[in-house]
C-alpha cells in the first residue's frame, strides 16, 4: 500500500529535469492543438542550440514557430562568425527571437556589414548586437543606412568618433531619424544653439536624441532660469549634467545646498560656474558643506565662487591637505592668512611641492600628516 502511494506522488510530481517547465507547456498544448511538433522543435532548438532557459524558450515560442532548424542554424552560424559568443547569441534570441526566422545571408549579414562598414567590429560590434539586437529587424535602406550615415556626418563637426559614442550608448542608435533626431535637432535649433554646439552635445550625451521634445524644451528653460544661455560655452556641459538626472534628484541636491545655509541665487552661480558640481549626490553635498562651513570655517561665497570643491573626496584630498595646512600654521611656517581654499584647489603634484617637499626637513611631521597619520581636527 505504502509503495503505491509513494508511486503515485512520484508521477504528480513536476519533471525534475531543467526542461521540466517546457515538457508541462508542450504538454498543456497538446489538450488545445494537434500541431505540437513545430513547437516541441522550436522549444528544443531554442533551449539546446540557443541556450535559453525553459522560462525564456516558452516566451520566445509565443512569437517564434519553424518546421526546420536550417534556417536558424545558419543564422547562429552568421552571429558566431562575427565573433559572438554562445552568451551573445542567448541574450540576442531571448529578447528577439524573430532573428532566427531572418534569412541570414539575404537579410542579416547586409545588416552586419553595413554596421562594420560604419566602423564596428570585434566588441563594439557584439555590445552593439547585444544591447541593441532590435537593429537586426530595422530595415537597412530605410533605417540603418540613413540613419548612421547622418549620425556619422553630425559628430564629424565635433571631431567625434561613432563607434566610441555609441559603442557606449547603443540606445540611440534605433531612434527614428525623422521622428525622433531630426525634431530634437530642430528644437535645439529654434533656442539658437550654435550647430557646433549641438553636434558637441550628442557627442557628450547621446541621450539627447531619444529624449521627448517636451524633456528638451524643458531642460533648455530651466538651464535659461538658471542664467546658462545657449550662447555659453557651459550650456552643453549644464544640459548634459540636467539631463542625467530626475527633476526629484535634482531637488534633493538643492535642498542640500539650502539645508546648509545658501540661496537659490548660490545654488545657480556654482551650477553656472561648474555644472558637475549637480552629478555630487545629495548626502555627499550635506557632507561637504558641513564640513567646509562648520569645520574648515569657509563662507559660503567661497563655496559658490569654487563649486568643484564640492567634487573632491574629503577622505582622500581634502582632510590630508586641511592637516598639512594646519601643521604648518601652528609651527610658523605659514602665515594665517594663507589661503587654505587655494591649497584644496591645486594639483596634487603642486600641493606636495609646495607644502610637504618643501618643509619636510624643517617639519618631519608634515609627511605624517599628508598620510593621514595626523589628523585635522578643524
Not at 502511494?5 to 519533471?15: E, Q, S
Not at 542608435?173 to 535649433?189: E, F, G, M, Q
Not at 557628450?204 to 530651466?222: A, G, K, M, T
Not at 561637504?288 to 567661497?302: C, G, M, V, Y
Amino acid at each position: 500500500m505504502l509503495n503505491s502511494i509513494r508511486h503515485r506522488h512520484r508521477l504528480l510530481r513536476p519533471p525534475s529535469s531543467p526542461h521540466g517547465l517546457a515538457f508541462l507547456f508542450l504538454k498543456s498544448l497538446s489538450s488545445t492543438t494537434s500541431s505540437v511538433a513545430p513547437h516541441s522543435q522550436t522549444l528544443t532548438f531554442l533551449i539546446d542550440s540557443c541556450d535559453l532557459s525553459p522560462e525564456s524558450a516558452i516566451s520566445a515560442c509565443q512569437k517564434l514557430r519553424f518546421k526546420s532548424t536550417e534556417n536558424p542554424s545558419a543564422v547562429l552560424r552568421l552571429l558566431r562568425d562575427y565573433g559572438l559568443g554562445e552568451t551573445d547569441v542567448s541574450r540576442i534570441v531571448s529578447r528577439h527571437p524573430s532573428v532566427l526566422s531572418f534569412d541570414s545571408r539575404r537579410i542579416l549579414r547586409p545588416k552586419i556589414e553595413a554596421l562594420r562598414s560604419f566602423g564596428f567590429s570585434g566588441e563594439s560590434l557584439v555590445r552593439v548586437l547585444t544591447v541593441q539586437p532590435v537593429l537586426l529587424t530595422r530595415s537597412l535602406e530605410s533605417h540603418i543606412v540613413p540613419c548612421f550615415t547622418f549620425l556619422r556626418t553630425l559628430l564629424a563637426a565635433a571631431d567625434g568618433d561613432i563607434v566610441s559614442v555609441f559603442t557606449r550608448n547603443p540606445q540611440v542608435l534605433n531612434a527614428d531619424l525623422n521622428k525622433s533626431i531630426l525634431p530634437i535637432l530642430a528644437v535645439l535649433r529654434k533656442h539658437n544653439l550654435p550647430e557646433e554646439r549641438i553636434s558637441r552635445l550628442v557627442k557628450i550625451h547621446p541621450r539627447v536624441l531619444i529624449l521627448s521634445l517636451r524633456r528638451v524644451n524643458e531642460i533648455v528653460d530651466q538651464l535659461k532660469a538658471a542664467g546658462v544661455l545657449p550662447s555659453d560655452l557651459a550650456f552643453i556641459y549644464a544640459f548634459r549634467v540636467v539631463a542625467a538626472q530626475k527633476s526629484a534628484s535634482w531637488d534633493r541636491k538643492v535642498a542640500a545646498f539650502e539645508s546648509s545655509g545658501l540661496s537659490a541665487a548660490d545654488v545657480a552661480s556654482s551650477f553656472r560656474r561648474h555644472p558637475w558640481v549637480m552629478l555630487t549626490s545629495a548626502e555627499k553635498i550635506r557632507r561637504s558643506l558641513e564640513f567646509f562651513l562648520r569645520r574648515l570655517k569657509l563662507a559660503p561665497d567661497d563655496i559658490v565662487r569654487h563649486p568643484i570643491l564640492l567634487k573632491f573626496s574629503l577622505e582622500k584630498r581634502i582632510l590630508p591637505r586641511c592637516a598639512v595646512m594646519s601643521l604648518l600654521k601652528r609651527k610658523g611656517k605659514l602665515e594665517e592668512s594663507a589661503s587654505v581654499v587655494r591649497a584644496l584647489l591645486v594639483t596634487t603634484s603642486s600641493f606636495l611641492k609646495r607644502y610637504v617637499v618643501r618643509y619636510q626637513d624643517d617639519v618631519p611631521a608634515v609627511l605624517k600628516a599628508y598620510n593621514g597619520e595626523i589628523k585635522f581636527n578643524g
